[in-house]
């Protein structure tokens, strides 16, 4: 295979996962908010790699300020009425 091909189909390969990524965030964020927890607990396991232990760290999600009912964004609340 022609490595300029090879190179073509990697960067397609990866705007395609990154536009994967951002619909999902903006989707589904509780579904990446859970699957960034578990594959955060799964890094941080006694006795894995240090550096494996620091990607956990910075894959995990932050934590959530207890916020309303469902501990979420803090977008679904009530909006006041627009002012005309």
Known sequence: MDRGLLLQYLIIAVAVLVSAWVVL????????????G??????????????????????APPASGGGGACGGCDSCGPTPPKQH
């Open 25 to 36: 965030k903006k989707q589904f964020p509780g579904t990446v908010r859970k699957l960034r």
């Open 38 to 59: 578990a594959l955060a607990l799964a890094l941080l396991k006694p006795g894995r790699a240090a550096w494996l232990q620091a990607l956990g760290r910075r894959i």
